[in-house]
């Protein structure tokens, strides 16, 4: 997996995405072997994309997680003014100077090493998932240009709220020379599994179809490109619990890639 503080923004890496087609693919982090030979790695080592259909079975050796509701997705209109939902977890108790979030006991191991939290909490990874996306989509009856003149002004927030680490530290900081905002697009969180042994990181599947972009130079808000037709993508992201926040965000993209 690549860690690089360095490296463009999420902006820019999804604009780039959209307008040339998704030319590269990141590193992907250490290897894994499929225990099920219809799940085939992307590139190797990398998760798989998870297609919804792939639900996986607990283990015969250990309590099956709790009962949880079929999930749903709610798409709302997007905002401007920051979000800052919280999920509903109480305080963690600290056991050996470490958090340990209410859900661990409740994992399930699964048969490559990872571990599978209660429905409860995928489903606020999802809804987690899709805000970053939802807040550069251009409302309907909206100017494009004016919208993105704010969204780029509100880019530290968006990076407070929905990343984490140096990846925080690139969205919000970064002086990028052109934005992009979807005029339109449908973004749905696919899967999330995964889990790390602490339940505090996790992987989630993000589609995005039908991406129509406009893109402005930010020196002078000149546009680019006018209702440019992107094409549509899976990425793979890690995401990390933020005991500080008390809410999921984005680590680090794992895997883009033409769906």
């Known amino acids: ?10 902006a820019i890496l999804i604009a780039a995405l959209a307008l040339a087609a998704c030319q590269s693919t990141p590193a992907a982090p250490p290897t894994q072997t499929p225990v099920n030979p219809k799940d085939t790695f992307v590139t190797p080592g ?4 998870f297609l919804p259909t792939m639900t996986p079975a607990p283990s015969p ?3 099956p997680t709790a009962t949880a509701v079929p999930p749903t997705v709610t798409i709302p209109l997007p905002t401007l003014a920051p979000t800052r939902v919280g999920t509903p977890t109480p305080t963690p108790v600290i056991v050996n100077g470490q958090p340990k979030m209410w859900w661990v006991d409740q994992m399930v191991k699964q048969a490559d090493g990872s571990y599978m939290a209660p429905e409860a909490v995928r489903q606020a990874i999802r809804e987690m998932a899709v805000q970053p996306y939802l807040k550069r989509l251009v409302p309907a009856g909206a100017d494009p240009l004016q919208f993105a003149r704010a969204f780029y002004a509100t880019r530290t927030e968006l990076a407070r ?4 680490g140096a990846l925080r ?10 934005i992009h905002v979807d005029i339109s697009a449908t973004t749905t969180a696919l899967d999330v599994r995964g889990f790390s042994q602490d339940g505090l990181s996790a992987y989630v ?3 995005q179809l039908g991406p129509t972009v406009n893109v402005y130079r930010t020196n002078d808000w000149a546009a680019r490109l006018t209702r440019f037709r992107g094409v549509d993508t ?4 890690k995401a990390r619990f933020d005991i500080t926040d008390f809410r999921w965000k984005y680590e680090e993209l794992v895997l883009a890639q033409k769906k």
């Open 1 to 10: 997996m690549r860690r690089n503080s360095n490296r463009p923004s999420v």
């Open 169 to 178: 530290d690139t969205v919000g900081n970064s002086a990028l020379p052109e």
């Open 46 to 49: 990398a998760p798989t994309p």
């Open 234 to 237: 899976i990425e793979v992201w």
């Open 205 to 207: 599947t993000v589609e």
């Open 61 to 63: 050796t250990v309590r």
């Open 161 to 164: 709220d929905y990343y984490i």
